[in-house]
């Protein structure tokens, strides 16, 4: 059984920095996409950013140039990496594991606002 465990979120002024770290405990196999997603309230989960296979990697339009997704693949661990952040980018943060199932963290508040 996978499981994930995300940490690094909290309170930072706009401006300020975050990196998020998603822990998978299991059998990972080498074919995945490693992501993060986040919703705020009122609004759906949206993408931020992935990584397929160790190499294939997408943003969102509104996180390109602030945002990196990396990964420790011997660790079982990846990080996102927040500069640059606004008040917008407020919400709950989940990571995500595609493998031949699909596996969620149980998400992390990251808060903008001065």
């Known amino acids: 059984q996978v499981q994930l465990v995300e940490s690094g979120g909290g309170l930072v002024q706009p401006g300020g920095s975050l990196r998020l770290s998603c822990v998978a405990s299991?059998?990972?196999?080498?074919?995945?996409?490693m992501g993060w997603y986040r919703q705020a309230p009122g609004k759906e989960r949206e993408l931020v950013a992935s990584?397929?296979?160790?190499?294939?990697?997408k943003y969102a339009d509104s996180v390109k140039a602030r945002f990196t997704i990396s990964t420790d693949n011997a660790h079982n661990t990846w990080y996102l990496q927040m500069n640059g952040l606004r008040p917008e980018d407020t919400a709950v943060y989940y990571c995500?594991?595609?493998?031949?199932?699909?596996?969620w963290g149980q998400g992390t508040q990251v808060t903008v606002s001065s």
């Open positions: 299991g059998t990972i196999f080498g074919f995945n996409t």
């Open positions: 995500n594991l595609i493998m031949v199932g699909e596996y």
């Open positions: 990584i397929t296979n160790g190499r294939q990697i």
